[in-house]
């Protein structure tokens, strides 16, 4: 399954969402791409492909696919297959995105800048600058507007290819998760369990998800630094719970899971009431934003579904967000299922849309136990979700 095909339905998608908002153009205007990769380049050209020189590739409402780049980066994008012309230049970008520009004549052109999306802020102020300098003297510097709309449409809408990759990654992580519960015991540190699963990514050949230094999280005591802390010297003893966050790279797309295990005590056959208790309660809040989670329903609609359960078992709000796209990246979109707090801006209030592939993630902290915590990955279908990760109905328990 080749990169190039899934960089030739993004392109595709991408001319058919500014149909939709009725957008002119799009145009990705970067340099040096090793030293700042606009997130919005792996979408519509490919994930490994670098430029040096001033470039800018143009899409249009109209279906024009326009590359304008260095002469020595020409034969590269040429060999995509996702532009119809392909301007190589010298001296100056000047001349040739002027010419272009004249020649599309658009009343409207979205640039890559953001206030809420990281994934759609890819133009750097130096750029930023630098753009408005070439096309002084144009009618087109008057013509931008911010690109976010159509960058969250085309990232988070997954294509069939691009959910199937996001259905491989999970498939490893649930299995290597499989091999975990095999490796358990008493008294194992929090490294002995992450190296144990830098282990079995080596055995396959795979990345983490992440930076390797925080992936996989494990917690293995009440004490434990819940959130993104890397593992540490905490052993795993019995009466306590073990969460383990984690995720793999594979193909160029990513997973993100999060399991729960509890160490039987002496004389236990079961969990103890309070950890079951809160694990029912985790549980039950995913499905309760599993329940709400479809399209056209904004995120933090979901998000209070799931929150409001955990409030009303009695425990305090976590503080985070329930939900967020996974796919190139494991934050990977603009909407967020979250709730409507300043520091994360309109992402809360954008609606869900088919294609959608969103983590469902929410934990407890159990006193002299430790962190009760679930996540699963679901795809957002016409009329729901689709589970893509085998959900965890049970807490695992190690004898």
């Known amino acids: 399954m080749s990169d190039r095909k899934i960089v030739l339905e993004k392109v595709d998608q991408a001319v058919q969402i500014l149909q939709e908002k009725d957008v002119d153009m799009w145009l990705t205007f970067v340099r040096e791409t090793s030293h700042m990769h606009d997130p919005s380049l792996s979408l519509v050209v490919s994930p490994a492909l670098q430029v040096t020189w001033h470039s800018a590739f143009i899409l249009t409402q109209r279906g024009q696919r326009i590359a304008l780049v260095g002469r020595f980066d020409k034969d590269n994008i040429e060999q995509t297959g996702a532009y119809q012309e392909v301007i190589g230049y010298d001296e100056s970008i000047r001349p040739v ?98 190296d144990f699963m830098y282990d079995r990514l080596a055995d396959r050949e795979l990345a983490t998800a992440w930076e390797m230094e925080f992936c996989p999280i494990v917690n293995a005591h009440p004490n434990s630094s819940i959130g993104h802390a890397a593992p540490g010297d905490n052993r795993t003893e019995r009466g306590h719970t073990l969460q383990i966050d984690f995720g793999v790279s594979k193909d160029g797309f990513v997973s993100d899971l999060q399991r729960m295990w509890y160490f039987l005590d002496q004389g236990e056959t079961k969990p103890p009431d309070d950890v079951q208790r809160a694990f029912d309660t985790v549980r039950g809040a995913i499905l309760a934003a599993a329940e709400v989670l479809k399209p056209g329903v904004l995120g933090w609609e979901v998000d209070q579904a799931a929150r409001s359960h955990v409030v009303n078992a009695g425990y305090p709000e976590y503080q985070h967000a329930t939900g967020h796209h996974i796919g190139r990246t494991v934050h990977d979109g603009a909407s967020l299922l979250g709730p409507r707090w300043e520091r994360y801006g309109e992402t809360p209030n954008m609606e869900v849309e088919v294609g959608n592939i969103f983590t469902l993630e929410l934990g407890v902290q159990v006193p002299q136990r430790g962190y009760v915590s679930l996540e699963e990955d679901v795809l957002v279908t016409p009329h729901g979700i689709e589970w893509l990760s085998t959900p965890q109905t049970e807490l695992w328990c190690v004898k």
Do not use: M
Not at 136 to 154: Q, V
């Open 97 to 194: 995105l002027v010419d272009t520009l004249k020649r599309l004549n658009p009343q409207c052109i979205a640039i890559n800048y953001s206030e809420n999306d990281s994934a759609a802020d890819g133009l750097t102020h130096g750029l930023w600058t630098q753009l408005f300098r070439l096309l002084d003297g144009t009618p087109y510097a008057s013509c931008f507007i911010s690109a976010e709309d159509i960058i969250a449409a085309l990232r988070g809408r997954k294509t069939n290819l691009e959910a199937e990759r996001v259905k491989a990654a999970i498939k490893v992580t649930l299995d290597i998760f499989g091999e975990v519960t095999r490796f358990l015991r008493a008294g194992l540190r929090e490294t002995d369990i992450r």
